[in-house]
């Protein structure tokens, strides 16, 4: 198993930047590639972006790409999503995924492990 526990969500304005950080524990060699997912509401939960274990290889949603970066810390099992110049429509709550499988996969049913979600807020 792989317990993983974001943090760094909050309220901001249009404009401005969070950086949401996601620390994971327990069998962390089964978290070959990890990333984030996002679920506003109203709405389904959509892929926003992940990066691998080894390499740091990554992948981005269209709506995200040139804002958000991912970068991963291995030494410390942790995993980050710096996210600027943020849009009201980005408000959401962000979950922190992992999953042992090689090869990235935005579909939620590939990732097999799951945080409990931070909230992101953007006033405009």
């Known amino acids: 198993q792989v317990q993983l526990v974001e943090s760094g969500g909050g309220l901001v304005q249009t404009g401005g930047s969070l950086r949401l950080s996601c620390a994971a524990s327990g069998r962390t060699f089964s978290s070959n590639v990890m990333g984030w997912f996002r679920q506003a509401p109203g709405k389904e939960r959509e892929f926003v972006a992940a990066i691998t274990r080894a390499g740091g290889l990554t992948t981005y949603a269209d709506s995200v790409k040139g804002r958000f970066t991912i970068s991963r810390d291995n030494a410390k099992n942790t995993v980050y999503l710096q996210m600027n110049s943020l849009k009201p429509e980005d408000t959401a709550v962000y979950y922190c995924?992992?999953?042992?499988?090689?090869?990235?996969?935005?579909?939620?049913?590939?990732?097999?492990?799951w945080g409990q979600g931070t909230q992101v807020t953007v006033s405009s």
């Open positions: 995924v992992a999953k042992g499988s090689w090869g990235f996969a935005a579909s939620s049913q590939q990732y097999d492990y």
